[in-house]
C-alpha cells in the first residue's frame, strides 16, 4: 500500500483498524507527516493549574498539548474531544482516540453500539487499571491494538452500555 504523506489529513469516516490506523492517521508516522495540520494548530505549554478538560471540549479546531513532564512527546487534540493523538518521545504516533463524532467503525461497530453488540463479534475483558475493555482471544490473552470505552465497568455480558470511544494503539511505541 503506498501512502502520500503529503495527503494525511483528518477522516471522520475511516475505518478503524485494530493497531494500525483510525481517522486517516496510522499507527507509527512521525508527527513531521502531519506537519500542515500542526502548523494551524494552536500550541499550549502546560503549566500549573491549566484546565485540560474546559480546554478540549471547547475546542473545536486542532490544538498540540506538550507533554507535562520534559519530555518530546505531546498530545494532538481535534474536535471537542472527537480525537486525540498521542505521539511519543520519538515524535511516532502510538494511539489514537477516537470518540462522539466520529463516524468510523470497527467490524460495523461504532460510537454510540452497545457493547453486547461488539460482543457478538468479539469477547471482550475489562482492565480496572486503564478503564477500558480489551479483545480477548480463546485463552484469555488481550488481543493488542485496540480498546474500547464505555461508561461501565463491569466485566459481565450484562453490561449493555454504549461505546463511548476507541482506542487504536501500539503500546510498544509508546516507550519506544
Same mark, same amino acid.
Given at each position: ?30 508527527? /513531521? ?17 491549566? /484546565? ?9 479546531? %486542532? ?16 474536535? /471537542? ?24 467503525? %470497527? ?51 450484562? /453490561? ?17
Amino acid at each position: 500500500m503506498s501512502i502520500n504523506f503529503m495527503s494525511i489529513n483528518l477522516d471522520l469516516n475511516a475505518e478503524i483498524l485494530p493497531g494500525k490506523s483510525a481517522a486517516g492517521f496510522y499507527i507509527g508516522m512521525s508527527i /513531521n507527516e502531519i506537519g500542515h495540520i500542526i502548523k494551524e494548530a494552536e500550541i499550549i505549554e502546560y503549566f500549573q493549574g491549566f /484546565n485540560l478538560v474546559e480546554k478540549i471540549f471547547n475546542t473545536n479546531r %486542532y490544538f498540540l498539548l506538550k507533554h507535562f513532564t520534559n519530555d518530546k512527546g505531546g498530545s494532538l487534540y481535534f474536535g /471537542n474531544g472527537m480525537l486525540r493523538l498521542e505521539f511519543n518521545n520519538s515524535s511516532r504516533l502510538y494511539c489514537i482516540y477516537v470518540y462522539k463524532g466520529y463516524q468510523g467503525n %470497527y467490524k460495523s461497530i461504532k460510537i454510540g453500539s452497545s457493547l453486547n453488540d461488539l460482543r457478538k463479534k468479539d469477547a471482550l475483558q475489562y482492565d480496572e487499571g486503564d478503564e477500558m475493555h480489551y479483545r480477548i482471544d480463546s485463552e484469555q490473552e488481550y488481543i493488542p491494538g485496540l480498546a474500547i470505552i464505555a461508561l461501565g465497568d463491569e466485566d459481565d455480558n450484562s /453490561n449493555d452500555d454504549p461505546i463511548e470511544g476507541f482506542c487504536i494503539h501500539d503500546w510498544d511505541i509508546q516507550n519506544a
